[in-house]
């Protein structure tokens, strides 16, 4: 199938580490977007990408967190010095026409 | 404040048993209103868009509804294998395309 695939699928790492986590969006789709899932919770947004550019970022929690799309396709968020508040599930979506946003299977992080 | 509030927090239904899951909103100005599907472990799986006031959707056992406060997923017929959280989220006009999530429904369809 051709839809949004994320990796890794499980993350655990130590407090204070720094984590990379991945995101391919569907081809062709130029909007991307990246939420945080709490257990028991709705996804909550992170940042949202049109084309290679950040159009907002105004879900992103603090400056530990970053996000690119260098190339406009696939991104990368990154979170440095992890702290235990920050294990969640991230998911990340992507769009054509900014209206249905299709979501991957995300990816668990766990700190320690 | 709670921008999407969705009740109940959780549903049990006898399979056949028809019921409505309820999602109550507040913003100022709606683009869409979006419900999805999350089975455990897995990402949320797109299921409606609605637009505007009075417009309704189906797929199969589902049908959505919209009004101007809140969307409704009707579910005709349940049966267990549309156990799974429903989620609703909104997209505010004049603001960036991003959603915001109620915190879902979880249904359990017993056989």
């Known amino acids: 199938g051709a839809g949004v695939s994320q990796t890794p699928s499980n993350k655990v790492t130590e407090k204070g580490k720094y984590v990379e986590l991945r995101c391919d969006p569907i081809?062709?789709?130029?909007?991307l977007y990246w939420y945080r899932q709490s257990l028991g919770q709705g996804p909550e947004f992170l940042i949202y990408?049109?084309?290679?550019?950040?159009?907002?970022d105004s879900g992103l929690p603090n400056d530990r967190f970053f996000a690119v799309r260098p190339e406009g396709s696939v991104s990368t968020l990154k979170i440095q010095r992890t702290e235990r508040g920050d294990s969640a599930v991230y998911l990340c979506?992507?769009?054509?026409?900014?209206?249905?946003?299709?979501f991957g299977p995300g990816t668990r992080l766990t700190v320690l | 404040e709670d921008q999407v509030t969705q009740s109940p927090e959780a549903l049990r239904l006898q399979e056949g048993e028809s019921s409505s899951l309820n999602c109550s909103y507040t913003?100022?100005?709606?683009?869409?209103l979006f419900w999805y599907r999350q089975d455990p472990g897995k990402g949320p799986e797109f299921l409606f868009t609605l637009y505007s006031a009075g417009e309704e959707k189906e797929k199969e056992r589902l049908k959505a509804t919209l009004t101007k406060k809140e969307s409704f997923l009707h579910i005709t017929a349940p049966k267990p294998e549309d156990s799974a959280t429903y989620l609703c989220a909104v997209q505010e006009r004049d603001s960036s395309y991003k959603l915001i999530f109620g915190s879902g429904t979880r249904l359990l369809v017993r056989p």
């Open positions: 081809s062709g789709h130029t909007a």
């Open positions: 913003v100022s100005g709606l683009r869409g």
């Open positions: 990408f049109q084309g290679t550019g950040a159009a907002d």
């Open positions: 979506a992507s769009s054509l026409d900014l209206r249905e946003q299709f």
